[in-house]
């Protein structure tokens, strides 16, 4: 009858070389990381503000969700809101500049409309114009540089008042069959200016209240042919103009801000399913048992490194547990399985960096070796031979003996290399036979050259098996 026996875990010795001892485990996997980089770019959107924000996911989409059930049109939260200034911000100042400048121009040109329409001291409305123009270049380029609510609004809203102020003045010495003219212009002119530009709801209520009210002020400080108290119909049209501004404002902004938070609610979810994706690419290429790649990620690393060419070769090591079969037989599978993670876990230890470490199956271990001389392919065989002997790790089905392996190497240099991969294997698979036949617990090359390794005279004499 068999004795199942519990194996604690065992503390493997680093092996004894020069340079950075290789991680636990498998090392790093270039297939697995090249389509994790690819799944990243693909899944992960540009500029993400969540992200930028540092809101947990778990947070942040309540935060989404709530705000998209409120339809909202002013503010969000302090969090989102941060996160909408920092991505539409820029923009829309810079859109708000752009508006401003072409205002200017627009200004300076209507001084033919002056000249046409014969107005009285012409020299001093292009210097009126020209003040103004200069008012809203000075405000489109402090825009950009705003960097707070308050004072983008304050430059929006002096070049918007100014033109109010400026048409109404001029209005006010043209020929009295123009006034009415002028009057409208410079109502519609400060209505468009709102409307046009991706301003802040705020910002435009501040605007066309202070635009509205400079209208009464012109008409009483301006001698003209228009006289406020005959005429509080004209103030009353502006600010209805305005009003009805302020409604699209508000409704442009809502678009927006709700375009704003569906943006992010489709960001956290390309998030989720990258990452989703990121884990089942991992799953799909690692051995649950071993934490080693699996034989889906050897294969297709290896076929990487044969056809990449570069350095002065590739090698290959095949690696089989001694005498595996009884120490299930003995111990059981429970047991069995925790033998195969500690000699996983020696393996690991005893790989370069650069090395490749994947369960091929059953008891069988692969390494591949890139970028490597066939020296140093010998000295990294024995380096594994000796990290898992030197576990101690009692063999149940051996008289309590340390667990070993069997290595069998296979190389080929850059100028040689010809044919397929799968040679390469089949050359390590037989060194590894022809050493499980010369007693196990040795290392052999391709070539028949030997490693170093010892076995018991009584091993010698047994009949090989698995």
């Given at each position: ?15 004894s ?20 980089k ?5 899944w ?6 969540l ?27 302090p ?25 200017a121009?627009?200004?300076m ?6 000249w046409?329409?014969?107005l ?12 103004l ?6 405000c ?8 707070q ?23 006010q010495r043209?020929?009295a ?25 705020a ?29 509080w ?9 305005f009003?009805?501004g ?9 678009s ?20 989703l994706?990121?884990?089942l690419?991992?799953?799909s ?18 076929r990487?490194l ?6 002065p ?6 690696i ?11 111990a ?18 005893a790989?370069?960096?650069?090395d ?10 692969v390494?591949?070796?890139?970028c ?63 050493a ?5 617990n040795r290392?052999l ?16 004499a ?5």
């Amino acid at each position: 009858m068999a004795h199942h026996l519990v194996m604690p875990p065992l503390a493997i010795p680093a092996p004894s070389r020069p340079g950075r001892q290789a991680p636990l485990g498998p090392g790093p996997q270039t297939i697995y990381e090249v389509a994790l980089k690819l799944h990243k770019r693909a899944w992960t959107p540009r500029g993400d503000a969540l992200k930028q924000a540092g809101l947990p996911d778990d947070e942040a989409l309540p935060l989404i969700e709530e705000a998209l059930a409120r339809r909202p049109s002013r503010s969000f939260g302090p969090s989102l809101e941060r996160q909408y200034e920092a991505r539409r911000g820029p923009a829309r100042r810079g859109r708000m500049a752009i508006a401003l400048s072409v205002t200017a121009a627009g200004v300076m040109a209507a001084s033919a409309l002056d000249w046409v329409d014969g107005l009285s001291r012409l020299g001093q409305a292009v210097a009126w114009r020209a003040g103004l123009a200069a008012l809203c270049l000075l405000c489109a380029a402090l825009l950009r540089r705003a960097a707070q609510p308050w004072q983008e609004s304050l430059l929006f809203c002096l070049p918007c008042v100014g033109v109010m102020l400026v048409i109404e003045v001029l209005g006010q010495r043209a020929p009295a069959q123009f006034v009415d003219r002028y009057m409208v212009v410079a109502i519609i002119s400060g209505v468009a200016l709102l409307v046009s530009t991706p301003v802040r709801l705020a910002t435009a209520i501040g605007a066309g209240l202070a635009s509205a009210a400079a209208f009464p002020v012109a008409l009483a400080l301006v001698p003209g042919p228009l006289v406020l108290q005959a005429n509080w119909d004209m103030p009353a049209f502006a600010l209805g103009a305005f009003a009805v501004g302020a409604v699209v404002v508000h409704r442009h902004e809502a678009s927006r801000r709700t375009s704003f938070l569906h943006t992010l609610r489709h960001e956290h979810a390309a998030r989720e399913m990258g990452a989703l994706n990121a884990e089942l690419l991992r799953l799909s290429s690692t051995d649950t048992l071993t934490g080693l790649g699996n034989r889906r990620q050897f294969d297709a690393e290896a076929r990487r490194l044969w056809d990449d060419g570069r350095g002065p070769g590739l090698g290959v090591a095949l690696i089989d547990v001694d005498h595996f079969k009884s120490f299930n037989d003995a111990a059981g599978h429970e047991a069995g399985d925790t033998c195969l993670r500690e000699v996983a876990r020696a393996i690991g230890c005893a790989l370069r960096e650069e090395d490749r470490a994947s369960r091929y199956g059953g008891e069988e271990f692969v390494v591949l070796l890139p970028c490597t001389g066939r020296e140093e392919v010998a000295a990294v065989g024995e380096r594994l031979r000796a990290s898992v002997q030197a576990l101690g790790l009692p063999h149940p089905g051996q008289g309590g003996t340390p667990v070993t392996v069997s290595v069998g190497l296979a190389w080929r240099g850059t100028a040689l290399r010809s044919g397929q991969w799968a040679d390469l294997l089949r050359e390590a698979d037989q060194a590894l036979y022809a050493a499980k036949r010369a007693g196990r617990n040795r290392v052999l090359h391709a070539d028949g050259a030997a490693g170093s390794g010892t076995t018991p005279p009584e091993a010698a004499a047994r009949t090989p098996q698995t």
